[in-house]
């Protein structure tokens, strides 16, 4: 996004950012944090990433993901580290927790993998609940905020895509705004979580609910009036002064999802929308309680391995 422009000013501007992104910082300081340091005239110099709509391939989306991680873990894990906790399990913005939803059901004695797992809060809230869970990030700066909590959880530095883990190893998947948002395929991932699963395993994870990029993110009323199209798959992406992609989300439309879903070998047997409870004051980005009391911002898909 341009210095001074709006979202509501820019096409290229996606309708949405997702939970992660979106609570790392407010706009301003969000976009002092991503400059990144480039070499011009043999002078160095900050860059602000140019937002697009554009195609990005598996490769490419993958690097960038990674790089933003690395590059934006230590403000996240700084800035909403409190709310997260050390060992709590939140789906989204919203604050729903599995506590409280009970979308896993009993974990006690199962084999977990948590994907997308950041500094493995959600496994550690799964381990006090006596199951054994691996957590999974693409980003090795994620993983070492998980270190510095504790190391009482297994990690793995890993593509979802590419699970490093035998046919059969897991009993539960999870993900809560991790990895599924970011792929360029993500049938690709379901499959390879369906191949890492045993009969009968449960697969569920949150990401930002697809009528989010219909609209602006911004938490006020200018976030309630429709800007762009439900029905553009068209990527969003962030890229550098050279044309690479240092940031890519994805976008799917509900039907998009379950049918995903269902390619990748997997019954879907519950959609949650979360509302916006109303102990919950906080905006985050594009989240707030004006826009949770009227539009959804999270789906969690519920799934078992068919």
């Known amino acids: 996004m341009r210095e001074g422009a709006h979202p509501g000013q820019n096409a290229a501007y996606p309708a949405h950012l997702m ?5 790392v910082a407010a706009a301003a300081r969000f976009r002092r944090s991503r ?17 697009t709509r554009r195609q990005a391939g598996d490769q490419e989306s993958s690097r960038a993901s990674r790089g933003w991680w690395d590059r934006n873990a230590d403000e ?8 997260l906790g050390d060992d709590r399990f939140v789906w989204g913005p919203e604050g729903l927790d599995e506590a409280e939803a009970g979308l896993l059901g009993d974990v006690a004695g199962l084999d977990v993998l948590e994907i997308g797992a950041g500094a493995a809060q959600c496994s550690r809230w799964l381990a006090a609940r ?24 297994p990690l793995v530095e890993a593509d979802a895509a590419a699970l490093p883990f035998r046919d059969g190893s897991f009993d539960l998947a999870c993900s809560a705004y991790g990895a599924v948002p970011f792929v360029a395929d993500p049938v ?9 699963l045993r009969p009968g395993g449960r697969w569920v994870f949150s990401v930002t609910h697809p009528i989010r990029w219909a609209f602006p993110d911004e938490p ?15 990527p969003y992406v962030e890229q550098d002064g050279e044309g690479r992609a240092v940031y ?10 379950v ?11 519950d959609l949650v929308e979360p509302e916006w409870p109303a102990w919950n004051s906080q905006e985050w980005g594009g989240w707030s309680p004006l826009r949770g009391n009227l539009i959804p911002g999270t789906a969690i898909f519920v799934c078992e391995r068919a």
Not at 130 to 151: E, M, N, T
Not at 188 to 196: A, H
Not at 259 to 269: C, M, N
Request: no cysteine; proline share 4%; aromatic share 8%.
């Open 19 to 23: 939970f992660a992104k979106a609570i």
């Open 259 to 269: 049918r995903d879903v269902v390619a990748g070998g997997f019954r879907l047997v």
């Open 220 to 234: 006020g009323p200018e976030g309630l009036s429709v800007s762009a199209s439900y029905f553009d798959r068209t």
């Open 188 to 196: 690709r991932v379901f499959r390879e979580v369906r191949r890492v």
């Open 76 to 83: 996240y894990q700084s800035e909403h580290g409190a709310f």
């Open 248 to 257: 890519v989300e994805h976008h799917r439309t509900i039907g998009d999802r």
């Open 130 to 153: 006596g199951a054994r869970p691996v957590a999974l990030d693409l980003s090795h700066r994620q993983l070492q905020h998980a270190l510095r909590i504790g190391d009482d959880v």
């Open 35 to 51: 400059a990144q340091p480039t070499t011009a005239g043999g002078m160095i110099q900050e860059y602000e990433p140019e937002a």
